[in-house]
């Protein structure tokens, strides 16, 4: 289901559920799996997310769907899926190191709420991104219209949750959803460059810089006194004191 390789401080994680990366019981299981393995390593600073597949991600997996509403305990099984997604997506969202998710193609409901749980997102210009539950009846409920209206505002979050509208990767861009769109065939070339761009900086600053983010939108945290303890943890690291050094004697950086 998923391939990760590590190597010079970026872990890929490829999803290879084949044909579409379907949202299932045992993929959820194996995604933490994975997690919990990267959580046991310390030689990575960037975790990026990629398709092996047409598709980056669909909906949840539709025989477990089926099965589920088929049984007595369908509504109850349903939610807990649906829980079960947002405790990962959340454990993703929360790792300190920094995550970029590489969309070549449709990634609807839930693949759409997995990359909204990372931090970066470069999408194909020909790639389709939405939340369509509305259309069936339901809603986004693996965080989708909380992680939505914080990253595109509410009046965007309104327009695509409630209409179902699906976006391509350029009209995503404008919309606030991804950070680059590009044609698909640069796509793998320019997620490459980001991520390597990325790794090449302090993990530390990295880190700390995610947090203070993190900081913005929770109002049971003082943003601005984390800024401070943050800087003055920076101050101290060995790697931050060396470049600062380099900086202020005129060396290139």
Known sequence: MFDLEIDAGIARLTLERGPVNAIGARWLDEFHRVLDVLGARE??????LRSA???????ADLAEMRACFASAEGVEAMV?????MQRLFARLEALPQMTLVELGGAALGGGL????ACDLRIAACEARLGLPEA??????GAGGTQRLTRIAGPAMAAR?????EVLDGAAALGAGLVQWAVPRA????RAAAIAAQLAALPGAALRACKSCIAAAGDPERNGYAEELAQSRRLYLNETTRRRVAAFLAGEPS
Do not use: S
């Open 43 to 48: 030689d990575w600073r960037l975790l990026h």
């Open 53 to 59: 597949q047409k598709v980056f991600c669909a909906e």
């Open 80 to 84: 807990a899926t649906a829980a079960g």
């Open 113 to 116: 709420e997995l990359a909204l």
């Open 135 to 140: 259309r069936l009846g339901l809603v986004p």
């Open 160 to 164: 695509l949750i409630l209409t179902g």
């Open 186 to 189: 640069q796509l793998a070339e």
